[in-house]
């Protein structure tokens, strides 16, 4: 009897310890997750810019590899959205890179264009992570789509690694694709990200968004969401206000999910432009 009294009580204290790591690292990645939206912009600061606006921000885990940012300078308003390799706390802390050093490339004013902003946030996150191009390191990077847009020309400048950008102007919906390139190591010779432009007219809707929507598993089938469906969407609810469209998203993402796991980092960023 001791002996298994003895084995018991061992049993019991390793479950007790594996609980109270468990429980330790818990509290240690949500308090990585203060520091991570600490970093990302407030909504407040967003509605300075953007009166009509919303971000939809899931992340999988606790932390999240996709960010959101926001800036203006000069008469140029900034905003990117980024998806980082991986989830969680890999995720998270290159996402903490890219936001770093996408403020000093915009800090520094040395970019003419949004796609000379990725060329530059491309070499920058190579010298970071001591990328060669060596086939035995790892192929870390972001996807990311860039927006610079003049609110006095009313001009949208977009750039993308891989991340589109989509735009509504008078019930149609405009998609520019971005470069099949991460910011970081690719496999192909690293080429300019193309810089593409558009006239911005009154009340144009823009969406940046990252692919964790419509990968999402769900529907009767357990498929993905898809793009076309996504595009469907959008275009149905485009006419709504900006906080009704982030509600109606929400719903139909979750009503495809159901009661599947979510597969990604969810992260959508959408605005109705005004003169």
């Known amino acids: 009897m001791s002996l298994e009294k003895d084995l018991k009580e061992k049993i019991s204290y390793q479950r007790d310890e594996i609980d109270r790591q468990r429980k330790e690292l818990t509290e240690s990645i949500k308090y990585a997750s203060y520091i991570q939206n ?27 590899g996709d960010f959101y940012w926001i800036t203006k300078r000069k008469s140029e308003l900034i905003i990117a959205v980024a998806d980082c390799t991986g989830h969680g706390v890999p995720g998270a802390f290159m996402s903490i890179l890219g936001i770093t050093l996408l403020s000093e490339i915009v800090n520094r004013a040395s970019y003419t264009s949004a796609g000379s902003i990725l060329n530059q946030l491309r070499e920058s996150v190579m010298r970071a992570l001591n990328q060669r191009g060596t086939e035995e390191e790892q192929k870390d990077g972001i996807d990311m789509a860039i927006c610079v847009v003049n609110l006095e020309t009313n001009i949208l400048q977009y750039a993308g690694a891989f991340n589109p950008v989509y735009i509504i102007k008078k019930n149609r919906l405009i998609e520019v694709q ?93 605005f109705r432009y005004h003169y």
């Open 178 to 270: 971005g470069d099949k390139m991460p910011i970081g190591i690719a496999a192909l010779e690293e080429n300019s990200f193309t810089n593409h432009r558009f006239d911005l007219d009154e009340g144009d809707l823009v969406y940046l968004f990252s692919d964790g929507f419509v990968d999402q598993f769900g529907g009767r089938e357990g498929k993905k969401f898809k793009y076309q469906p996504f595009r469907n969407l959008l275009l149905s609810i485009s006419n709504l206000p900006m906080h009704v469209q982030k509600n109606e998203l929400l719903k139909a993402f979750n009503h495809w999910k159901g009661n599947l796991g979510q597969l990604d980092d969810v992260l959508m960023f959408g």
């Open 38 to 64: 600490a970093l990302l912009p407030s909504q407040k600061d967003i509605k300075k810019y953007l009166p009509e606006h919303f971000v939809i921000f899931i992340p999988r885990d606790i932390v999240s």
